[in-house]
């Protein structure tokens, strides 16, 4: 199947809490797009179990729903799988809202970064853009 989304990358993962079942743990989001994201885990999945993500830092998007549309073997991290998630509305405008407060914060982290000279994670970037920025996010 052809990607229909443009895939956002990650220069470092963004937390978020991924259940399936009585399962819950928290993993590194590698990218998103308007129709699903990416994560690396040692955690089995199964191709078409349902899951849901949460992101600690934006208290608007509680949960979002989805499928693991795919599992691959990640090079990166031995013992370790990448899977694939497909949302399970992608017309949701209030996911297209979050994929673009992602892609701003992560550009927020760079310039952070860049004028201060020092390092900052994807998460303290969420927070500090969304403290500063969300009430003025268009809806």
């Not at 701003?104 to 970064?113: D, K, L, N, P, Y």
């Not at 004028?115 to 009430?135: F, I, P, Q, V």
């Amino acid at each position: 199947e052809a990607r229909k989304y443009l895939r956002h990358s990650m220069d470092a993962p963004l937390s978020c809490t991924v259940r399936a079942s009585d399962a819950e743990e928290t993993v590194g989001l590698l990218d998103i797009s308007d129709g699903g994201a990416s994560f690396s885990s040692k955690t089995q999945y199964s191709q078409g179990s349902a899951i849901e993500l949460r992101f600690p830092a934006f208290k608007d998007f509680s949960v979002i729903p989805g499928t693991i549309a795919w599992t691959s073997p990640d090079k990166d991290v031995p013992g370790s799988h990448r899977y694939g998630i497909k949302f399970a509305d992608d017309t949701d405008k209030a996911m297209l809202r979050l994929v673009e407060m992602i892609c701003h914060i992560m550009t927020f982290r760079a310039m952070q970064e860049h004028l201060t000279g020092k390092s900052m994670s994807a998460d303290d970037a969420a927070r500090e853009w969304l403290s500063t920025y969300a009430d003025t996010f268009p809806e």
